[in-house]
Nanobody, 128 residues
Framework: QVQLVESGGGLVQAGGSLRLSCAASGRPFSSYVMGWFRQAPGKEREFVAAISRSGSNTGGADSVKGRFTISRDNAKNTVYLQMNSLKPEDTAVYYC?????????????????????WGQGTQVTVSS
């Protein structure tokens, strides 16, 4: 069983920054592909960013490219999402997710269905 716990959400003004963290437990963290997703009220959950097991390969949604950065520290069993230049449309519950099965070291996934475990989410609210 894998447990994921997000933290770092909050209320910030437009143009501000936040760093989300997701602490994982249950298996060797370096065996997980990790992703961040978000869900705004009344909308479907959507891909934000993902990172390969080794951390050498990352990807992000077009809406966050140049503003958000995903990273991981395998020694701390933690994945991060640095969010800069935040906009009101970034307001959502942010979830981290882990895929633990059958992946190469440089692969990441943007599909929700690719992930096996999910955290409870952390609220990010950006005021205008």
């Amino acid at each position: 069983q894998v447990q994921l716990v997000e933290s770092g959400g909050g209320l910030v003004q437009a143009g501000g920054s936040l760093r989300l963290s997701c602490a994982a437990s249950g298996r060797p963290f370096s065996s997980y592909v990790m992703g961040w997703f978000r869900q705004a009220p009344g909308k479907e959950r959507e891909f934000v960013a993902a990172i390969s097991r080794s951390g050498s390969n990352t990807g992000g949604a077009d809406s966050v490219k140049g503003r958000f950065t995903i990273s991981r520290d395998n020694a701390k069993n933690t994945v991060y999402l640095q969010m800069n230049s935040l906009k009101p449309e970034d307001t959502a519950v942010y979830y981290c997710a882990a895929r633990v099965t059958g992946v190469g070291s440089n692969v990441y996934y943007s599909e929700l269905s690719a992930y096996d475990y999910w955290g409870q989410g952390t609220q990010v609210t950006v005021s205008s």
